[in-house]
């Protein structure tokens, strides 16, 4: 049985590896050089129209903040709707048409957070680089991104009767899991 999954998810497999090796690098003291490498984009960031926009109107920030906060909720409201059916819940939806639809949600609120998680860290910079969490948030975010993309979709584009349950589970909750991680060392900022 473990050999099967072997051959029906190498490249799943392979992918969790990388993602492995690329923690492991990351948390490593070789990432210190690289680190201090963008600062300079950091203090040009400041200077964007972007911003001075974020530091001098306030009210277009926490209109901006808003918006980030709603694509939050969206975000994870399709994280937990899919992921849940995943693992069982909501047995009166049809598993295929509740991922595929919470895909699409997913995607156009990552969009949305992307954009004005831009605007505002243009207008906190300096501010947020010499905050060791939000370096974690962009290391979950990244892994974040590249699971849902790499490993979680490829497994879920599959005829779904085919895949193992208790795969569709484990991957369900190593989702929650990680998305769980980018909410809450996004919310770490806001504490910093």
Not at 48 to 76: C, E, N, R
Not at 100 to 122: P, Y
Not at 175 to 185: L, N
Request: glycine letters at 10%.
């Amino acid at each position: 049985m473990i050999f099967s999954l072997i051959l029906n998810y190498r490249k799943t497999l392979c992918s969790g590896l990388f993602f492995v090796v690329l923690v492991s690098f990351l948390f490593s003291e070789s990432i210190t050089s690289s680190h201090l490498a963008v600062l300079p984009i950091f203090e040009w960031m400041e200077t964007t129209w972007f911003g001075v926009a974020g530091k001098t109107w306030g009210a277009l920030f926490a209109v901006v903040q808003a918006g980030h906060l709603i694509g939050l909720g969206v975000l994870g409201g399709s994280v937990i709707a899919s992921d849940g059916r995943l693992l069982g819940l909501f047995k009166g939806l049809p598993m295929r048409l509740v991922v595929d639809r919470c895909h699409s949600i997913f995607t156009w609120s990552l969009g949305l957070l992307v954009a004005t998680g831009v605007f505002m860290a243009c207008g906190v910079a300096i501010k947020i680089y010499y905050m060791p969490v939000y370096w974690y948030k962009m290391l979950a975010l990244a892994l974040g991104v590249l699971f849902v993309f790499f490993i979680r979709k490829p497994i879920v584009d599959r005829d779904l009767d085919k895949v193992s349950p208790w795969l569709l589970r484990l991957l369900a909750l190593s989702s929650i899991m990680i998305w769980f991680t980018v909410a809450a060392t996004g919310r770490w900022i806001g504490f910093s």
